[in-house]
């Protein structure tokens, strides 16, 4: 008996800790009817110090993002804009696990590969194609792809690398994504790799992926500019 009441104990305990860690892995939950942000706290935590409920006002949970409008992508090599309207834009998002991104394409434009470390996307095109998809993580590393029209919807799931292309030589695209996070973040691959500072060794990244270090130099040298505004 004493056996059985251990097992049931110990069971009790690993799905207590499985939940607890599900509970952990995402934002934390609201404990009031809203938290806003007081970006002039000088109190650091985990996300953002509430301001003083009593002096909160519509416009804390207002923005004129204008997302109504066109954004320029020719101020990026791969022909994207992002527009992210998270908890830094717009202080009443804090705690709420929300954020939102208004993304425009060139034409063969793209918003290239690249991760969401705290969030699932879920993305909705508004205007023309996109071809899309996620890769899952090690060993597998399958591929999940798509092609988008207007009106259709696709997720990609929180931390795994996942991209957007406008396959459409003449026309634009635009989308919206909503992401499960206040501050969900951006890797982008390429950026991380290749345009960190300081730079990670050529030795090393010649190696991890099996070119020359001459590659891996001529890459390191070009300008890895951010999409996101």
């Not at 007081?38 to 002096?55: H, I, M």
């Not at 290239?112 to 705290?118: A, D, S």
Request: charged residues 15%; aromatic residues 10%.
């Amino acid at each position: 008996m004493a056996s059985s009441s251990s097992s049931y104990f110990l069971l009790f305990a690993a799905i207590l800790a499985a939940s607890s860690w599900q509970a952990m892995a995402s934002d934390p939950s609201p404990l009031q009817d809203f938290c806003v942000a007081d970006n002039s706290s000088r109190v650091l935590v985990n996300g953002f110090v509430c301001k003083d409920p009593k002096v909160v006002t519509a416009e804390d949970f207002f923005l004129a993002a204008k997302l109504d409008m066109p954004r320029d992508t020719k101020i990026s090599k791969v022909g994207s804009n992002v527009t992210l309207i998270n908890v830094m834009k717009l202080p009443g998002l804090n705690t709420l696990g929300i954020s939102l991104a208004r993304i425009d394409y060139a034409p063969l434009g793209e918003n290239p590969p690249h991760t969401h470390p705290r969030a699932t996307e879920i993305l909705t095109v508004l205007e023309g194609t996109l071809y899309v998809g996620f890769v899952t993580s090690n060993t597998d590393n399958k591929l999940f792809s798509k092609v988008l029209n207007k009106g259709d919807v696709f997720v990609f799931p929180q931390g795994l690398i996942h991209f957007q292309f406008n396959p459409n030589p003449y026309k634009p695209a635009i989308a919206i994504a909503t992401l499960s996070s206040q501050n969900p973040g951006a890797i982008t691959i390429a950026n991380a790799v290749f345009g960190s500072k300081p730079m990670i060794s050529d030795d090393v990244l010649a190696k991890a992926f099996q070119v020359e270090k001459k590659t891996v130099d001529w890459l390191q040298a070009q300008f890895w500019a951010d999409n996101h505004n």
